[in-house]
């Protein structure tokens, strides 16, 4: 069984379907479908089953597909130790990130990561706290930001505390005027955001035993923002998904102090592939270091 053929089945169990495995390993369609019938010729099973809605797992592609990813970051540790050896630097590192992340940190990190290791490829898979943490769980990244508490069974390093703010529209007063607290959270319509994306405005309902009535939900970070500004609530958000946001609303710190804890996280730190520690060292240096040039709390617009 050859590596190419590992890499094939992992790509069209990743992306779908043959066509987007193909174009992601520039190889034609009928090389693809040919790796893949060798493939399971040679297990004889089949591993994949095509119908009207794409192409789905068989129990046994299902069962073989977390042990063919091992193998293939084993073969790319093993190739990036040997460029080690010779002085090189190579080898892919997979980054799984939520949307504030993405946006505030990866682009300088990666610009600042590709000077210093330009031979290093970085791909970048965006998704929720869940996403991530499942990714990385499955081998289908090899670290990631998510946030406390983590799953069991995984290695982290804490990386910044994100204060959690209030933000609501032009003219809205909270009782103390420079800040709000949670219980008064009840007195408003709050936007929420989807399942997945605002575990810490729940965490804070919960803790102190608080229930909203909320008329709208969102994702986005930046649709939230547009429903608060137009006037059809308040919400509550990490202050690193405002960074890159200049909405007319205002902002306001909670009392006491609300945040959520972003780590980095990977299944072993220990057996990360020299690419994928070189990130690391460099992604705590780097917010270590950052400075979001709008940490103070109190109102702006």
């Known amino acids: 069984m050859s590596l190419n053929a590992y890499e094939v089945f992992v790509a069209i169990a990743e992306r779908g379907s043959l066509a987007a495995a193909a174009h992601q390993l520039n190889l034609s369609a009928s090389a693809v479908s040919h790796a893949l019938a060798s493939f399971e010729q040679e297990l004889g099973f089949t591993l994949l089953v095509r119908n009207r809605s794409g192409i789905r797992l068989t129990a046994g592609g299902e069962a ?14 093993l190739r990036q130790q040997a460029a080690k050896l010779l002085g090189l630097e ?21 610009r600042s990561f590709a000077d210093l290791y330009p031979k290093i490829d970085v791909t970048i898979e965006q998704g929720g706290y869940d996403d991530v943490a499942e990714w990385i769980i499955k081998s289908q990244v090899d670290l990631g930001f998510i946030i406390l508490p983590e799953p069991p069974g995984l290695d982290v ?3 910044y505390a994100d204060p959690l703010v209030c933000i609501a529209p ?43 009535r909320s008329s709208a939900r969102a994702i986005d970070d930046a649709a ?10 308040i919400s509550v958000m990490p202050r690193l998904a405002l960074l890159n946001y200049r909405g007319a609303v205002q902002v306001f710190p909670f ?8 780590v980095l996280a990977s299944l072993s ?24 040039g709008n940490e103070k709390g109190g109102n702006q617009s």
Request: proline share 6%.
């Open 90 to 110: 190579s080898g892919t590192v997979r980054i799984g990130a939520f949307t504030s992340v993405g946006v505030a940190w990866l682009p300088k990190i990666i």
């Open 224 to 233: 939230i923002i547009a429903i608060v500004e137009s006037g059809l609530g």
């Open 157 to 159: 390093t804490p990386l």
């Open 269 to 292: 730190h220990e057996s990360l592939a020299p690419a994928a520690k070189a990130m690391h060292q460099h992604i705590v240096k780097f917010v270590a270091g950052w400075s979001g």
């Open 170 to 212: 032009l003219g809205f007063a909270p009782k103390t005027k420079a800040y709000i607290t949670a219980p008064e959270l009840a007195d408003h319509n709050v936007v929420l955001q989807g399942k997945d994306y605002g575990r810490e405005t729940e965490q804070i309902l919960a803790k102190h035993k608080v229930s909203v």
């Open 64 to 77: 073989l597909l977390p042990t063919v990813r091992e193998l293939l970051q084993c073969n790319d540790k």
């Open 255 to 262: 009392y006491p102090a609300e945040s959520r804890v972003i």
